[in-house]
C-alpha cells in the first residue's frame, strides 16, 4: 500500500512560482514511478509530469515543457513539482500518483493517488 499526499498549493500571480510536495509512505520514490496529474474546473484530469523510480527519466507535458520540473529528494520519500512562470491556465487541483514498473502518462496506469492541492494563478 502505498499513500500519497500532496502540500504547497496556494494562490499565486501570474509569472509567479510554486513548489508542489508529494510525500509518499509505505514505499520510497525508488522503487516506483511518480505523476503530476491536474484537474481544471469542467476539464479533465490530465497529466503534467512524471518521474521514473531510479530518477533518470522524465515526462513533461507539452503545454509545461520549460516550465516546470520534477525531483526528489536523497531519501525518495518525497518528490517535488517546480512550477514556474505560471499562467492563468495552470490554475487546477494538482494530484501526485505512483505506479509499479516503467514511467507513464497515462491517466489509469497509476495505481494510488494523493487527495490533491489547489494551484489558483490570479491575474
Known amino acids: 500500500q502505498v499513500r500519497l499526499a500532496e502540500s504547497g498549493g496556494g494562490l499565486v500571480q501570474v509569472g509567479g512560482s510554486l513548489r508542489l510536495s508529494c510525500a509518499a509512505s509505505g514505499r520510497t520514490f525508488s522503487t516506483i514511478t511518480v505523476g503530476w496529474f491536474r484537474q481544471a474546473p469542467g476539464k479533465e484530469r490530465e497529466f503534467v509530469a512524471a518521474m521514473s523510480l531510479n530518477g533518470r527519466s522524465t515526462e513533461f507535458a507539452e503545454s509545461v515543457k520549460g516550465r516546470f520540473s520534477i525531483s526528489k529528494d536523497n531519501e525518495a520519500v518525497t518528490t517535488y513539482l517546480q512550477m514556474s512562470n505560471l499562467t492563468p491556465e495552470d490554475t487546477a487541483v494538482y494530484s501526485c500518483?505512483?505506479?509499479?514498473?516503467?514511467?507513464?502518462?497515462?491517466?489509469?496506469?497509476?495505481?494510488?493517488w494523493g487527495q490533491g492541492t489547489q494551484v489558483t494563478v490570479s491575474s
Open positions: 500518483a505512483a505506479k509499479l514498473g516503467i514511467i507513464s502518462t497515462t491517466i489509469r496506469s497509476y495505481n494510488y
